[in-house]
């Protein structure tokens, strides 16, 4: 019977080579998978750098009108590109200074739980989302605070990324804006008409007149005109109006 040596033979590995069937987490990251993790880290560095951003800006738009706007940028930008003339006719009227009619048909347009959320109106998700089930097309639900982040930091185009920024800067808006700044901003930056940003441009060019002049029914024809300023004016939007005014009646405004 033979006896075994007991000895075992060891075989030494080239230095910079990989044994056959070596495990795949094991090998080298190709190129193109580094470039792709260098790309989404980087992503993700600006997305948060902007977020950052934004957040001091408001911090600075609780004291200061903004000089400038994204949907403003987004025009300006349109226009250049189309290679057209385009005017912008802009004005600051403070909140102390409107008419109350001004805020009561923009809230009752857009937002008729404004004064009571803290930037989500749930039930109005809930109803949007209801009528989506029950086969009607799909329609907005974002509040005033969302459409003012929109209209400041981000661009009238559907963007998911953009839906993002709009709903995480909400909370941070309410919190250091607080409510009649909010509405301020919103009145005196969102855009009443091709190249009109503000209630006191609106005021003048739908009507004649100053912000401050709007009569009721006036005010209920710019607020009807928010959802689409470009393709809407007071004349195509009696109907819509109309609905503002009931709205406004029902809360006794």
Request: charge should be positive.
């Given at each position: ?13 080239p ?8 495990a ?39 004291f ?14 349109e ?10 006719t ?5 909140y ?21 959320h803290?930037?989500?109106?749930f039930a ?7 009528e ?72 003048r ?14 005010a ?8 689409n ?10 109907e ?14």
């Amino acid at each position: 019977m033979a006896e075994s040596t007991g000895d075992t033979s060891t075989v030494e590995i080239p230095e910079g080579k990989e044994p056959r069937g070596s495990a795949p987490s094991q090998r080298r990251r190709s190129p193109l998978r580094r470039a792709a993790t260098r790309l989404g880290k980087g992503t993700l560095a600006v997305l948060g750098a902007y977020y950052v951003l934004c957040l001091m800006l408001l911090v600075v738009y609780r004291f200061i009108e903004p000089p400038v706007t994204g949907v403003q940028l987004e025009r300006r930008f349109e226009a250049w590109i189309d290679r057209r003339d385009y005017r912008e006719t802009k004005a600051y009227v403070p909140y102390s200074r409107l008419p109350v009619q001004v805020s009561h048909a923009v809230v009752a347009a857009e937002d008729g739980r404004f004064w009571s959320h803290w930037g989500y109106d749930f039930a109005e998700m809930r109803e949007a989302s209801a009528e989506v089930l029950e086969g009607d097309l799909p329609r907005g639900a974002s509040t005033i605070p969302q459409q003012l982040m929109k209209n400041l930091f981000g661009c009238t185009c559907r963007n998911p990324v953009r839906k993002i920024y709009d709903l995480a800067l909400t909370l941070p808006a309410e919190l250091i804006l607080g409510k009649e700044r909010i509405l301020e901003l919103y009145l005196n930056n969102v855009e009443w008409g091709p190249g009109i940003f503000g209630i006191e441009a609106a005021a003048r060019h739908h009507y004649g007149s100053g912000a401050r002049s709007l009569s009721r029914n006036e005010a209920a024809g710019l607020a009807a005109l928010l959802p689409n300023p470009l393709r809407r004016t007071p004349g195509n939007t009696s109907e819509y109006r109309a609905e503002i005014l009931r709205r406004m009646d029902r809360r006794g405004w």
